[in-house]
């Protein structure tokens, strides 16, 4: 069936240090939503793309989304602590389902 | 505006009892969506309504689980009778609907964490 899969799983950084996640569907997506988790709450939407090689910009974080649109990527630039969470992307497939990743969980290290 | 509302937020029961939880959606949102997450693995799709109708139950792993939307506007999730692989956080989330990109965000509720012993 459909995947999406992303890696890396965890990710320990020193505050300061930048971080990437990296989002692979096994079909290609209509659009790619990112969310957030801290620990213990609930996701809460970061960001969506839409277009194929699109890239956006929230502050220290960049997304985007791959040409084939079959792939994404968050970036942080030089963490911080209050960037610690669960970092999901979800994406929605031509039959209208949307499909979480997995996540990957960020430790930052002050 | 008020967000997605789940309730209870934590629920406690033993093997064999039934559990209720019930998502309010946001006010206007026709979709409306039930995940879960079991210890601290994927957000597992379950189930999406339109409205009130089920447009994908295709996540709901068996027949212990019913889910309800009468009326369209808030639902309720049935486990009846509850096992231990049950246990894990259950979310809702609920987005506008429509052709375009921006009505299609969901947005989640806090969860009901479901602890099954």
């Known amino acids: 069936g459909q995947q999406v899969m992303q890696i890396p799983q965890y990710q320990h950084v020193q505050e300061g240090e930048d971080f990437t996640t990296y989002c692979n569907s096994s079909t290609t997506l209509s659009n790619i939503q990112w969310y957030k988790q801290r620990p213990g709450g609930h996701p809460v939407f970061l960001i969506q793309l839409v277009k194929s090689g699109e890239v956006k910009k929230q502050k220290r974080l960049t997304f985007q989304f791959g040409e084939a649109k079959k792939n994404s990527s968050l970036h942080i630039t030089a963490t911080q602590t209050t960037d610690v969470g669960t970092y999901f992307c979800a994406g929605k497939t031509s039959y209208d389902k949307v499909i979480f990743g997995p996540g990957t969980s960020l430790s930052v290290i002050p | 505006e008020a967000g997605v509302t789940q309730f209870p937020s934590h629920s406690v029961i033993e093997k064999g009892q039934t559990v209720t939880l019930r998502c309010d959606p946001i006010?206007?949102?026709?979709?409306l969506y039930w995940y879960r997450r079991v210890m601290g693995k994927e957000i597992k799709f379950l189930l999406h309504f339109v409205k009130e109708s089920k447009q994908d139950e295709s996540g709901m792993p068996n027949n212990r689980f019913l889910a309800e939307r009468t009326g369209g506007t808030y639902s309720t999730l049935k486990v009846q009778p509850a096992e231990l692989e049950d246990s894990g956080v259950y979310f809702c989330?609920?987005?506008?609907?429509?052709?375009?990109?921006?009505?299609?965000?969901?947005?989640f509720g806090a969860g009901t964490r479901l602890s099954v012993l």
């Open positions: 989330a609920s987005s506008q609907g429509g052709t375009r990109a921006a009505k299609n965000i969901q947005y």
């Open positions: 006010s206007g949102h026709d979709n």
